[in-house]
């Protein structure tokens, strides 16, 4: 049973920071590219970062960029998200997507709450 699950989100202050986290299971996670996306209310969902199979590239959309990076650990089947300098504009539901290579087969996950209030 494929499965991903994130993890890590919260209620935090403009500035704070946040890991995400999202474990993977039931595939071949070192065979997928990892990215995330958010969805904030009323808005449509938009990529956030991606990373490649090995973790050797990375790309970022243009609010994400200097403030968040995303790793993996195949080893440990999970994608990380780091997001420092968190603005109110971050609020959303964050959530991982595995991307089969050569395929169309992609999964997601079901979200992790982020809030950036003060």
């Known amino acids: 049973q494929v499965q991903l699950v994130e993890s890590g989100g919260g209620l935090v202050q403009p500035g704070e920071s946040l890991r995400l986290s999202c474990a993977a299971s039931g595939f071949t996670f070192h065979y997928y590219v990892m990215k995330w996306y958010r969805q904030a209310p009323g808005k449509e969902r938009e990529m956030v970062a991606g990373?490649?199979?090995?973790?050797?590239?990375?790309n970022y959309a243009d609010f994400a960029k200097g403030r968040f990076t995303i790793s993996r650990d195949n080893a440990r089947r999970t994608v990380y998200l780091q997001m420092n300098s968190l603005k109110p504009e971050d609020t959303a539901v964050y959530y991982c997507?595995?991307?089969?290579?050569?395929?169309?087969?992609?999964?997601w996950g079901q979200g992790t709450q982020v809030t950036v209030s003060s």
């Open positions: 990373v490649t199979i090995d973790g050797g590239r990375k």
């Open positions: 997507k595995a991307e089969g290579m050569g395929s169309n087969t992609e999964y």
